[in-house]
């Protein structure tokens, strides 16, 4: 029998909700790298641009697309078109069974790294530690290696966590845990923030993150990763937030939701970088080195880079519990919204118990894992988050922009949001979805796979293990979604019937 769709228990816990599921380990490290890498503060200026014309255009489709259409990504893309459909389980399924594989794998690490601080276990040489003693690294991706039993154990305590949250439905699991991670959260960011500023050597490091080097915006690249970050970090096409307005009750202010999200999201994203900028002005100060030589690679910001920073400062120990704590509760806050994504599809298409749907998905998940906790894993895991994240998530971007801007009809979608938003959708919107969002997605696709060509990614792998895990990876999540698409709805359930507003 079908089960009643659920419902957030007001507007504020789908607000909390949506936001815990945008803010996760990227906002942290993933972003702060960035503006690092690319001039300081002259990478705020694309990736503003990136929210505005992008983000949050395409969060207002999103939110509208479930709360219209009353479904799950693959359901709601049914009710668009009959086409439609293994878009939305293409999304879910590559998310879940990819991204959420390897992201639960770093959740893992940084709750092992919450405990290793409070000794300051990594010892004198952190990025020796990291690689060699913890990830045990292999010498490439087709050496898979052991598992690593820590990263193991890790990964038992982030699968149990999101079974539990996730078991107890959308009010009293994936609600409730939003509304206690959220709120500390920011307690823990903010203190971090204030502590880094009275560390020696801090000020400078805030001055390299306000101050703008604009040659840098000549580099494709940075325009590349700055609409790739706004994707990830939005969580734009993983099928969440067409699953969470699907929950809303039916006066639901669209806009002025997906500004506060997109606003919130980016402004967290602002206000962590001065943690992480004032702990480089520190590490640089302390070594008697330039801030552009502290830290050689993104993964090396939170692993190496900050250990490193806390072994010298006072009270180090403390502060790294802090740090890593705040990254494991903002990758928690995101793992349980990915694992909604896929379990509402699973419900609605298949009318399995929510229960049955999440316990079984929990064993999956952690058994698939698995592979990224081996001494291999760290290849596994750039390679996949790679292809996902630079083709599959532009990918389903740009599909969606077409589905709705050219295969259905833009203004009954648009209509909708004006009805019951604060904030009206006009021309330029539609330009925007119908035009310049896949014509730009489009041209990073292109541009990604020309650089993809002319030098396999980062030139550090063959072009077996790049075809073989992340073409593949891709691949088989396509062939899936396509099955999962020609199995027949249940009797009704494709019936769209607009709530009166």
């Not at 945008?22 to 690092?36: C, K, P």
């Not at 952690?366 to 998530?393: M, P, R």
């Not at 072009?463 to 593949?472: E, F, H, S």
């Amino acid at each position: 029998m079908a089960e009643q769709r659920e419902r957030w228990s007001n507007h504020i816990g789908f607000l909390i909700a949506a936001v815990g599921s945008a803010i996760g380990l990227g906002n942290i490290w993933r972003f702060s790298y960035m503006a690092y890498e690319y001039g300081g503060g002259a990478f705020l200026i694309p990736y503003v641009i990136a929210l505005v014309t992008a983000g949050i255009p395409l969060l207002i489709l999103e939110f509208a697309i479930g709360h219209e259409r009353i479904g799950s990504a693959p359901l709601a893309y049914a009710k668009l078109s009959r086409h439609g459909e293994w878009l939305g389980w293409w999304a879910v399924i590559f998310v879940m069974f990819g991204i959420e594989l390897y992201y639960s794998t770093v959740i893992s690490w940084c709750a092992n790294y919450f405990v290793i601080s409070m000794s300051l276990g990594w010892g004198d040489d952190p990025n020796n530690y990291f690689f060699n003693e913890f990830l045990a690294i292999s010498d490439g991706p087709s050496n898979i290696g052991s598992v690593r039993m820590p990263i193991l154990a890790g990964l038992v305590v982030v699968w149990a966590l999101n079974w539990a949250i996730l078991y107890r439905g959308v009010q009293r699991g994936v609600e409730l845990a939003n509304r206690i991670f959220m709120p500390l959260l920011f307690v823990l960011t903010a203190v971090l923030v204030a502590w880094s500023l009275t560390l020696e050597g801090a000020m400078s490091g805030i001055k390299a993150y306000l101050t703008p080097d604009f040659s840098k915006l000549k580099d494709s690249k940075v325009w590349i990763d700055a609409y790739s970050q706004i994707f990830f970090t939005l969580s734009l096409g993983f099928g969440i937030m067409i699953a969470y307005a699907s929950y809303l009750p039916r006066k639901s202010n669209i806009t002025r939701s997906a500004l506060l999200i997109g606003f919130i999201n980016s402004g967290y994203s602002l206000f962590a970088g001065f943690a992480v900028f004032a702990v480089l002005g520190f590490m640089a100060t302390s070594q008697g080195q330039p801030i552009s030589e502290v830290v050689s690679q993104s993964i090396g910001l939170a692993f190496v880079a900050y250990p490193k920073a806390v072994s010298l400062m006072p009270g180090g120990a403390v502060f790294g519990a802090i740090f890593f704590l705040c990254l494991f509760v903002a990758g928690m806050s995101s793992s349980i919204s990915i694992l909604e994504a896929f379990a509402s599809a699973v419900v609605d298409k298949f009318e399995i118990s929510r229960k049955r749907t999440v316990t079984v998905l929990s064993i999956v998940g952690f058994l698939g894992s698995i592979i990224f906790a081996t001494k291999g894993g760290l290849y596994w895991l750039d390679i996949v988050d790679h292809f996902l994240t630079h083709y599959g998530l532009v990918a389903v971007g740009v599909l969606e922009c077409v589905l709705v801007g050219w295969l259905f009809s833009l203004d009954t979608i648009k209509e909708h949001v004006n009805r019951i938003s604060t904030f009206q959708l006009g021309v330029g919107w539609d330009v925007l979805i119908r035009f310049f969002v896949p014509i730009a997605l489009g041209l990073i696709l292109l541009l990604d796979l020309i650089g993809e060509f002319k030098k396999p990614y980062y030139g550090g792998y063959s072009w077996a293990p790049l075809i073989a895990i992340g073409v593949g990876w891709i691949l088989i999540t396509i062939a899936a979604a396509v099955l999962f698409a020609k199995k027949r709805w249940p009797e009704g359930k494709l019936e769209h019937v607009p709530e009166e507003e």
